[in-house]
Structures are given as structure tokens and as C-alpha cells.
């Protein structure tokens, strides 16, 4: 079935480091890949959605220069928090659109990342 | 735009007995449905979809759920809850925008007493 790869599952850095998060599909091809940030007890709120090749879209609100993101591959996404500070301490988590399949999501196992 | 309401934060039922987990959605066009998973500090496991055909879709681990479209609801069902389904429940609506990202209900959280 498929699988998608995040990591790292948990990472802690200090306030105005940079972390990057890899996400990546093993056995499919992903034509598009979503990041998504979960608060505590809370929904997932989708930040950006990226395609292969091409700029990622933002959704409102979310920095595009703070969160970077790159589709290189067709298996491949990152995310980047660059100058990271404590309020972006968040659950991340990823999920892949299956190029083969329609209507098929399949989500990242998340990261929990602590600013200190 | 579309969104979805989970209208209950906790579902307590004990070991044996079914359980409801209610959803209902809001969308323009046809509605893809969906129900996922969540244990602590894991992302989403999937559970089941519905994109079209009968409206009693059958899922993993014994889950279903009901589409109806009168009332706009998706209410995700298990005849027997056991206690190792205790966890957190998204039901999500595929968004009517070219995105076709998902988007997420606040999540409901079950706990199933043994």
C-alpha cells in the first residue's frame, strides 16, 4: 500500500535555527503534496499545498518566507521553519496525492517540533 | 467553501456496543468524503471514503459509514466498539477549489470504556 515517509519525527532546536522536515513517498508517485500543522487538541489547519516543479501555494495567513517549501521530486517534499521561535512549536504533518490513483491521500506519520 | 462540523468533542461508549461518530459537511458539487484516524503524536490512518456508488461505504478495521445527502451528513459507525479504538476521529470534505486539498473537522475524540 501506500507509503509516506516523514521525518524527523521529532526534532527540538533553538529560537532562530532552521528545521527541515522531509517527507517523502516510498512506493507511489505524488503529484502533489499538502503540509498541514496541528495545535494541541486541535483540527489540521492545511498551510500550503505544492506541486511537483512549481511554487508552493500558500493558504492565508501562513509565511511563505518562514515556511519554506520544495517539491523537487515527484517522491519528494520539504519543509522548511527558518528562524524558527517558540510559537511555531507545532505538530507538522504531510500527506501525498497519489499520481496513479484517484482520490487517494496519504498522510505522513508527523513531526512534533519543540522551539526552545 | 467547503468545511466540515463534528459536532461532538467526546464519544464515551463501552467495550461491546456500537458507536456514532457524526459528521456533517458543507460543499459545492459533489462531496468526497472521508474518515481518518489519529493516535497520539501520529499522523492520519485512513479509514474510508466515499466518492460516489452506495451510500453505506464499508472501511478498515470494521468501521463504516453512511452518506446522505438530504441531511449533508457522514456519520462514521462500528457495531462493536473495542477498546483499542479509543483515539481521535477526522472526518474531511475534499475542497471544491483546484487544490483538491483536504479539509479537515475539529476531530472527535472516542474513548471506549472496557
Known amino acids: 500500500g501506500a507509503v509516506v515517509s516523514q521525518h524527523p519525527s521529532w526534532v527540538i532546536c533553538k529560537s532562530g535555527t532552521s528545521v527541515k522536515i522531509e517527507c517523502r513517498s516510498l512506493?507511489?508517485?505524488?503529484?502533489?503534496m499538502f503540509w498541514y500543522r496541528q495545535f494541541p487538541k486541535q483540527s489540521l489547519m492545511l498551510m500550503a499545498t505544492s506541486n511537483e516543479g512549481s511554487k508552493a501555494t500558500y493558504e492565508q495567513g501562513v509565511e511563505k518566507d518562514k515556511f519554506l517549501i520544495n517539491h523537487a521530486s515527484l517522491t519528494l517534499s520539504t519543509l522548511t521553519v527558518t528562524s524558527a521561535h517558540p510559537e511555531d512549536s507545532s505538530f507538522y504533518i504531510c500527506?501525498?496525492?497519489?499520481?496513479?490513483?484517484?482520490?487517494?491521500?496519504?498522510f505522513g506519520s508527523g513531526t512534533r517540533l519543540t522551539v526552545v | 467553501a467547503q468545511s466540515v462540523a463534528q459536532p461532538e468533542d467526546q464519544v464515551n461508549v463501552a467495550e461491546g456496543n456500537p458507536l456514532t461518530v457524526k459528521c456533517t459537511y458543507s460543499v459545492s458539487g459533489n462531496p468526497y468524503l472521508f474518515w481518518y484516524v489519529q493516535y497520539p503524536n501520529r499522523g492520519l490512518q485512513f479509514l474510508l471514503k466515499?466518492?460516489?456508488?452506495?451510500?453505506l461505504v464499508k472501511g478498515s478495521y470494521g468501521f463504516e459509514a453512511e452518506f446522505n445527502k438530504s441531511q449533508t451528513s457522514f456519520h462514521l459507525k462500528k457495531p462493536s466498539a473495542l477498546v483499542s479504538d479509543s483515539a481521535l476521529y477526522f472526518c474531511a470534505v475534499r475542497d471544491d477549489t483546484g487544490r483538491r486539498a483536504l479539509t479537515f473537522g475539529s476531530g472527535t475524540r472516542l474513548q471506549v470504556q472496557p
Open positions: 500527506s501525498a496525492r497519489r499520481a496513479d490513483r484517484n482520490y487517494g491521500y496519504t
Open positions: 512506493d507511489f508517485q505524488a503529484t502533489t
Open positions: 466515499y466518492i460516489t456508488g452506495d451510500n
